[in-house]
C-alpha cells in the first residue's frame, strides 16, 4: 500500500487548495448579517477569488503529476554485462554511486521526484542467467554513461538485446506472487556494509539459476535508489537524529540490566555495547558526507506452477540476508498467524504494486533511507567473486571499443571487421581501407574466423579490388559466389577449383611461363612451395638445393623454346631421372648450373631425386591438378590477377601433401609476383587483397621476409589459422610485428597466453580460453594508432552487405566457362603425353643451330630473361 503523503506530494498540495476555498467560505459565513441577496452578492464577488486561489494552489500539483508521467514514459533500461575478471574497488562503487546522486540537484527536480530513481534491476534471461540492469530516466542516460566508466571490464547493452522478450505474460496463465522489502527498525539503525568479496549478488544469482524465461519463469528484484540532495539529506538527518535520541530517551530497560546495580555510577557492558553499536550506526548515517539514497525493494516472480513462484521468491527473499546487522530488511504486510500474510498479493495491493514495478514509480516508506555503503553491493554488476555461473558475463575484460565508424554497403573506404554492442544495440563497424595492410585472425575451428573474412574480402572485391580467397575446403566459396553474380563483377572472377568432386577444367597455369614475371621470382616460390609442402627445413639442405636448380633449369628452357611446348612442373621428374633428356637441356644452362649437373649431380644417390619426383608424380595422379598445371600456353598467372585486378577463387584441397603444394604455389608465387611490382609506377600498384586460410598449412622459410615487404606493392592480406603456435617464430613474428588488425576468438592456454602478451598485456589470458563463437578480442588500427584490446562480435557478409543472389550462380559459372580461361583435364593429358619429346626435340634443334637464330619467341640465351 501506498505510504502516507510526504511534503512534496501532490495530495498536499490539493489539500492546501482545499482548505483556502474552506477559509474563503468560512470568512463569509462569519460576515453575513445582511439580507439574503446580500448574501448572494457577497457569493459572487467571491467566486473569482475562490476559483483563482483554487488555479494557483492546484497548478504546481497539476505541473508535477504532468511531469511524473512525462518522466515516467521516457524511462529506459540498459544492461551492464560485466567481464569475466570485473574486480571494482570500493572506493570505485562510492564514486560510481556519487556520480549516480550528483544529477539529482536540478532546478525543477521536485516536479518529478517519483520518477527519477535509479533502479538496479535483477532479471533471469531466457537460459537461466543472472541479468544486470539499470533503468533511469532518458535524461540520466548520459549521466549514467559517465558514471560507469568508473569501472573496467563492463559493456552496455540496450536491455532489449540481453532481454528479448522482455514482456510480462498474463498473470491467469501463471502463478505470481509479489513482495516488498522494507527496513524491519528505524532508518538510523544501519545495515550491514558487506565486502565485495564474497559478493554480494551470489545468493541472487544462485536463487535465480535454472529459472528460465523460456520455460515461463520470470524473476525481479527491482531496488529503486532514489538520491538525496544537499536539503533534503539534511531534512532526513534530522529527523533520523531525532528519531534516534527519542529511542535513547524512550529505551526500556533490558533483562540483564535489571542485575546492574543501580546507584552504582555505572554502566554495564551491554549499555555500553549498546551504545557504541547505536553511536557506530549513527555516524555513518548522519555525517554529512555519505550519499543518502531513498530505498525501494520490489520483487515479483512468476511461474507457471505457484509453488516454483513460491519457492524462487523464498531465495530471494532469503538473499537479503547478507544486509542484516542492527537493522535487516523484512517483507512488508501484516502475518495473519496461522492463516495467510497481508502483504503486496493483497487484490487491492496488486494493481499499485505492479504500477511500481512495471513504470518505475517510487512510493517508497518513509523509514526506508540507507547509505551508499550499505547498498554498495547493488551498485556494480556481479564481480568475480560471485562464484556462481549462472550470470550474465561479456568474457575478457576489456576496454571499450574505438570511435570506429559504421559501416554501410556503399562505404568503399571502409572494412566490415565486426560488430560492437552499445546502448543502441548491435552496430557494425568498419576499420579504415588506407590502414588495412595485414589482418591475422586466430581462434578455434567454427568459432567466426572464416565469416568474417568472407565479409572483408567479398566487399573489397565488390568495390573493385582485386583479390584472391585461398580456401583449402571450398565451404566459403560457396558463401561468396552469390555475391560475385553483377556482370561486372563476374566478368573478373576466375576458379580454381581442386577440391573433391571439382570440375576437370581448370585454369591452365603454367608456373615456367614468363609473361612479365621475373623467373627467379617463380623458381623461388616454387621451391617455397615445396619446402613448405614437405617440411623441408634447414637439416634439408639437399633437396632445397636440388629442387633449386631443376626449377632453374625449366626456366632457362622456357625462355627459349616456343611458348607452345614451355615447359610445366611435370617436366621436373623427366629432368631429374632421364639422362638423355637431361643432357639436352644442360647447354642452354649459365656457367655454374652447367658445373652443378655435369659435377655434382651425378655423385647423388639416386634415392636423392625421390623427394621431389614423388611429389610431382602425386600431382599427376589428379586429373584437375593436371588441367590447372599441364598445359605448356598458360592462360592465368598471379601476377596477371594482381595487375588486372581479377577475383581469383581458389579450393586446394585439404589433406595431404599435394594439396600444401597447390596451396602453397598461390601464396609464395602471389607474395614474389607482388614484390616484382617494384618497377610499376606507384600510381598503377592496383590493390590486392589475398585471404589464406589455414595458413600453418604452407608456411616456409621466406614467408616472414615477404610480409615484411610485399605490403608496399599493393598487396593486403588476411591470414587465419587456428593455433598460432604452429607458425613459425619467424612468420609469427613478422605477422605479429607488421598487423594492422588482430582479432582473437577462443584458443587453447598456450596460444591465448601469447595473444595477450601480443595485446599488450591488459587482457586475461585465461578469458581468452572461454569466448564464445562469434566474440572475438580485437586489436584495430584507428587514426593511425593501434587501439586498446576491445570485445568484436563477428559479422557474417548477409549481415554486412544483405543477402546475395544465389539463383543467379550458375549465370556466374556460365560466365567463367566462357572467359576463355579453362582448359580440360583431356586436353592437358594429351599435350602432357608428347611434351617431353617436343622439348627435347626442339632443343637439340636449337643446340644444332648453334642457339642464334630466331626460334619460338626469341633468340637463345643463357642465365637471362626476355
Not at 467571491?46 to 514514459?73: F, K, S, V
Not at 556503399?410 to 588506407?434: C, N, Q, S, Y
Request: proline letters at 7%.
Amino acid at each position: 500500500m501506498n505510504s502516507a503523503p510526504r511534503k512534496e506530494d501532490p495530495r498536499l498540495l490539493i489539500a492546501v487548495a482545499a482548505a483556502i476555498v474552506g477559509l474563503a467560505l468560512w470568512h463569509l459565513a462569519s460576515h453575513v448579517h445582511v439580507h439574503p441577496h446580500a448574501v448572494l452578492d457577497h457569493l459572487r464577488s467571491l467566486i473569482p477569488i475562490a476559483l483563482g486561489a483554487l488555479a494557483i494552489a492546484t497548478a504546481p500539483a497539476t505541473h508535477r503529476i504532468r511531469q511524473t508521467r512525462r518522466t515516467l514514459a521516457s524511462r529506459r533500461a540498459v544492461a551492464i554485462v560485466p567481464a569475466d575478471g570485473f574486480e571494482p574497488r570500493p572506493e570505485t562503487v562510492a564514486a560510481f554511486a556519487s556520480s549516480l546522486a550528483a544529477g539529482s540537484r536540478r532546478i525543477s527536480a521536485w516536479a518529478d521526484r517519483p520518477a527519477s530513481a535509479v533502479r538496479v534491476r535483477l532479471t533471469n534471461t531466457a537460459d537461466g542467467r543472472m541479468a544486470y540492469l539499470v533503468e533511469v530516466p532518458d535524461r540520466d542516460l548520459s549521466r549514467l554513461r559517465s558514471a560507469l566508466r568508473a569501472y573496467r571490464g563492463v559493456e552496455v547493452r540496450d536491455a532489449s538485446d540481453v532481454l528479448p522478450d522482455a514482456g510480462r505474460a498474463e498473470e491467469d496463465a501463471r502463478g505470481v506472487v509479489r513482495a516488498e522489502m522494507v527496513l524491519a527498525r528505524p532508518a538510523f539503525e544501519p545495515l550491514a556494509r558487506p565486502p565485495l568479496d564474497p559478493d554480494p549478488l551470489a545468493p541472487f544469482a544462485a536463487a535465480l539459476a535454472g529459472a528460465r524465461r523460456d520455460q515461463g519463469a520470470e524473476a525481479e528484484v527491482c531496488v529503486d535508489l532514489l538520491p538525496a540532495p544537499g536539503m533534503r539529506a539534511a531534512r532526513l538527518r534530522r529527523r533520523m537524529r531525532r528519531k534516534a535520541r527519542r529511542a535513547r530517551l524512550d529505551r526500556e530497560p533490558s533483562f540483564p540490566d535489571l542485575f546492574d546495580r543501580p546507584g552504582s555510577g555505572r554502566t554495564g557492558p551491554l549499555e555500553l555495547y549498546d551504545r557504541r553499536a547505536l553511536g557506530k550506526g549513527l555516524e555513518a548515517k548522519l555525517r554529512e558526507g555519505a550519499t543518502l539514497f531513498e530505498l525501494q525493494i520490489l520483487l515479483r516472480v512468476g511461474a507457471p506452477d505457484r509453488n516454483r513462484a513460491k519457492a524462487v521468491m523464498r531465495d530471494l527473499q532469503a538473499a537479503f540476508a547478507t544486509t542484516e546487522d542492527r537493522n535487516h530488511l523484512r517483507v512488508r504486510g501484516l502475518p495473519v498467524p496461522g492463516l495467510s500474510f497481508l502483504g503486496s498479493d493483497l487484490p487491492g495491493r496488486r494493481g499499485r504494486f505492479d504500477r511500481r514495478l512495471d513504470t518505475g514509480l517510487f512510493r517508497a516508506s518513509r523509514r526506508n533511507v540507507v547509505t551508499a555503503a550499505e547498498v554498495a553491493g547493488f551498485l556494480k554488476p556481479p564481480t568475480v567473486s560471485c562464484q556462481v555461473e549462472a550470470v550474465l558475463r561479456s568474457g575478457a575484460v576489456l576496454s571499450s571499443p574505438p570511435p570506429l565508424q559504421r559501416f554501410a554497403p556503399g562505404r568503399e573506404d571502409l572494412i566490415p571487421v565486426g560488430k560492437v554492442l552499445g546502448e543502441g544495440g548491435e552496430r557494425i563497424v568498419g576499420v579504415r581501407t588506407e590502414e588495412s595492410f595485414f589482418t591475422y585472425v586466430a581462434g578455434r575451428s567454427r568459432y567466426g574466423k572464416t565469416e568474417s573474412a568472407i565479409a572483408m574480402f567479398t566487399h573489397l572485391v565488390r568495390s573493385g579490388h582485386g583479390g584472391l580467397f585461398l580456401d583449402p575446403h571450398g565451404d566459403a566459396l560457396e558463401r561468396i559466389r552469390p555475391y560475385l553474380t553483377d556482370p561486372e563483377v563476374a566478368g573478373r572472377v576466375v576458379e580454381i577449383d581442386l577440391g573433391p568432386g571439382g570440375p576437370d577444367s581448370q585454369p591452365a597455369w603454367n608456373l615456367f611461363g614468363l609473361g612479365g614475371a621475373d623467373p627467379e621470382a617463380r623458381v623461388e616460390a616454387i621451391v617455397a612451395a615445396f619446402s613448405a609442402a614437405v617440411g623441408w627445413g634447414e637439416q634439408s639442405t639437399r633437396a632445397i638445393n636440388l629442387t633449386t636448380h631443376a626449377a632453374s633449369a625449366l626456366a632457362a628452357v622456357a625462355e627459349v623454346v616456343p611458348a607452345e611446348i614451355a615447359p610445366t612442373i611435370f617436366q621436373l621428374p623427366t629432368l631429374l631421372t632421364d639422362e638423355s633428356w637431361r643432357a639436352a637441356v644442360i647447354p642452354f644452362l649459365p656457367a655454374h648450373a652447367r658445373a652443378f649437373w655435369t659435377g655434382r649431380f651425378p655423385l647423388l644417390s639416386p634415392d636423392a631425386v625421390t623427394p621431389v619426383t614423388n611429389l610431382v608424380d602425386r600431382l599427376r595422379t589428379s586429373r584437375s591438378v593436371t588441367a590447372l598445371l599441364g598445359m605448356s600456353e598458360g592462360n592465368f598467372s598471379v601476377r596477371e590477377a594482381m595487375d588486372e585486378g581479377l577475383i581469383v577463387l581458389a579450393c586446394p584441397g585439404s589433406g595431404g601433401p599435394r594439396e600444401r603444394l597447390i596451396a602453397g604455389l598461390l601464396a609464395f608465387d602471389l607474395l614474389h609476383a607482388a614484390r616484382s611490382r617494384a618497377a610499376l609506377d606507384p600510381g598503377r600498384r592496383k590493390k590486392f587483397v589475398a585471404v589464406f586460410d589455414e595458413v600453418q598449412s604452407y608456411d616456409g622459410e621466406s614467408l616472414a621476409a615477404l610480409l615484411e615487404q610485399s605490403a608496399k606493392f599493393g598487396l593486403r592480406a588476411i591470414f587465419l589459422n587456428q593455433d598460432p603456435e604452429r607458425l613459425r617464430p619467424a612468420t609469427l613474428h613478422a605477422l605479429t610485428t607488421n598487423r594492422s588488425h588482430l582479432l582473437a576468438s577462443a584458443l587453447n592456454s598456450r596460444a591465448s597466453a601469447l595473444i595477450a602478451r601480443e595485446l599488450g598485456g591488459g587482457v586475461d589470458a585465461a578469458a581468452l580460453t572461454r569466448l564464445r563463437r562469434f566474440n572475438f578480442v580485437a586489436q584495430v588500427t584507428s587514426g593511425g594508432e593501434l587501439s586498446a584490446p576491445f570485445a568484436l562480435r563477428g559479422v557474417r557478409v548477409e549481415d554486412a552487405l544483405g543477402e546475395g543472389s544465389p539463383g543467379k550462380v550458375d549465370d556466374l559459372a556460365a560466365a567463367i566457362r566462357s572467359s576463355g580461361r579453362m582448359r580440360t583435364a583431356a586436353d592437358a593429358l594429351a599435350h602432357q603425353e608428347t611434351l617431353d619429346a617436343r622439348i627435347r626435340e626442339a632443343l637439340e634443334g636449337l643446340l644444332g643451330g648453334r642457339g642464334s637464330k630466331e626460334v619460338g619467341r626469341g633468340p637463345i640465351r643463357f642465365g637471362g630473361s626476355r
